[in-house]
């Protein structure tokens, strides 16, 4: 579960802005009575992260988005079946439904193969950022649920969804440069590695 301390200055109203969630929700997760009295210090637990993940014992790799990655991938064993719940589930389905207006194919997008990614690259906060992989050196630093890099993002963002932070437009990137690059989601390597007994490596 992804958690925040609170800084001074805080509101409940901010937070869930910034987490792209609601007050009613962030006072649920903490048991707050009184949403206008939170105090510097002390540690929320943020919703959102509360998604129910493929369980997995594999470690993330070192890889992003945009990174160097030459495979393109072989059809095989991948996740299938609905989204996670949860507040990520939405997001992934939001996304899909853009996609598909967009004239995406949707077996090309597996909701659980997405959420994989997402458990993997971001642990399910749409704030990650990676500051010290050499994205981040050359200034491109991997941010969002799939840690896209600014560039790859704009390359593959649909037109009306401009905000790399926003966890619909960052999966809306995510997904189309993982089919452009690979065939579709399920082909991604890190993905792939898993189904053949291997452990996760970026993409």
């Given at each position: 579960?992804?958690?925040?301390r609170?800084?001074?200055?805080d509101?409940?109203?901010?937070?869930?802005?910034r987490?792209?969630?609601?007050?009613?929700?962030?006072?649920k997760?903490?048991?707050?009575?009184?949403?206008n009295k939170?105090f510097?210090?002390?540690?929320?637990?943020?919703p959102?992260s509360?998604?129910?993940?493929?369980?997995s014992?594999?470690?993330a790799?070192?890889?992003?988005?945009?990174?160097?990655q030459?495979?393109?991938?072989?059809q095989g064993a991948?996740?299938?079946?609905?989204?996670p719940?949860?507040?990520?589930?939405?997001?992934?389905e939001?996304?899909?439904a853009?996609?598909?207006?967009?004239?995406?194919?949707?077996?090309?997008?597996?909701?659980?193969a997405?959420?994989?990614?997402?458990?993997h690259?971001s642990?399910?906060?749409?704030?990650?950022?990676?500051?010290?992989?050499?994205?981040a050196?050359?200034g491109?630093?991997?941010?969002g649920?799939?840690?896209t890099?600014q560039?790859?993002?704009?390359?593959?963002k649909?037109?009306g969804?401009?905000?790399?932070r926003?966890?619909?437009?960052?999966i809306?990137?995510?997904?189309r440069?993982?089919?452009?690059?690979?065939?579709?989601?399920?082909?991604?390597?890190g993905?792939?590695?898993?189904?053949?007994?291997?452990?996760?490596v970026?993409y």
């Amino acid at each position: 579960m992804s958690t925040y301390r609170i800084q001074s200055g805080d509101t409940l109203s901010k937070l869930a802005q910034r987490y792209h969630t609601t007050v009613g929700e962030l006072a649920k997760a903490n048991n707050i009575q009184d949403p206008n009295k939170i105090f510097a210090g002390k540690t929320l637990n943020i919703p959102g992260s509360r998604d129910e993940f493929i369980p997995s014992t594999s470690q993330a790799g070192g890889g992003r988005t945009g990174g160097t990655q030459g495979t393109t991938g072989t059809q095989g064993a991948a996740p299938t079946g609905p989204a996670p719940q949860g507040q990520v589930g939405q997001w992934i389905e939001q996304a899909r439904a853009e996609l598909q207006r967009a004239g995406v194919d949707p077996s090309k997008m597996d909701p659980r193969a997405i959420a994989a990614i997402i458990q993997h690259e971001s642990s399910g906060n749409p704030n990650a950022q990676n500051n010290w992989d050499s994205n981040a050196k050359k200034g491109t630093p991997s941010i969002g649920l799939m840690q896209t890099i600014q560039p790859t993002f704009d390359a593959y963002k649909l037109p009306g969804h401009d905000n790399i932070r926003n966890p619909v437009d960052n999966i809306i990137a995510g997904v189309r440069y993982s089919i452009a690059r690979y065939g579709s989601v399920s082909n991604v390597p890190g993905l792939q590695s898993m189904a053949n007994g291997g452990g996760y490596v970026g993409y």
